[in-house]
C-alpha cells in the first residue's frame, strides 16, 4: 500500500511537470497577456502608483515579445515601437517634467 502511494506521488509529480513544449514561449500569449493589461490600465481612472507600475508590467511584456524569435517582423517592429512608447510614459510617470518658471508662464502665449 505505502509503495502504491509512492509511486502515485511520482507519477503525479512527473506529471506536474512542463514538458519541454510547455516551457517555450508562445507569442499569442503574450499578445493576449499585453492586450488584457492595457484594457486595465485604460480603465483606470486616477494613478496612485498602481497605473505606473501596470504601464512598466505592459512595456516588459511588450519588449519580451519584440525579443522572440521567429515573430513575424510587423509585429515586432510594433511591439518594439509600443514598448518603447510604454517606457517613455512610466519615465514621464516617475520623473515629470518640473513645472514652469514665472517668466515661461508669463511669456507663454495666451490660450
Aim: proline fraction near 9%; include cysteine.
Amino acid at each position: 500500500m505505502a509503495s502504491e502511494r509512492a509511486s502515485s506521488k511520482t507519477q503525479d509529480s512527473d506529471d506536474a511537470l512542463p514538458s519541454d513544449q510547455d516551457r517555450t514561449v508562445r507569442p499569442e500569449l503574450l499578445v493576449s497577456a499585453a492586450l488584457h493589461l492595457m484594457s486595465h490600465y485604460a480603465a483606470g481612472e486616477q494613478d496612485d502608483g498602481r497605473c505606473t507600475r501596470l504601464a512598466a508590467v505592459i512595456e516588459r511584456h511588450l519588449k519580451a515579445l519584440a525579443d522572440l524569435p521567429g515573430l513575424e517582423p510587423v509585429l515586432r517592429a510594433t511591439c518594439d515601437q509600443l514598448s518603447e512608447h510604454w517606457a517613455d510614459l512610466v519615465e514621464r510617470r516617475i520623473h515629470p517634467p518640473p513645472p514652469p518658471g514665472l517668466l515661461m508662464r508669463l511669456v507663454a502665449p495666451i490660450r
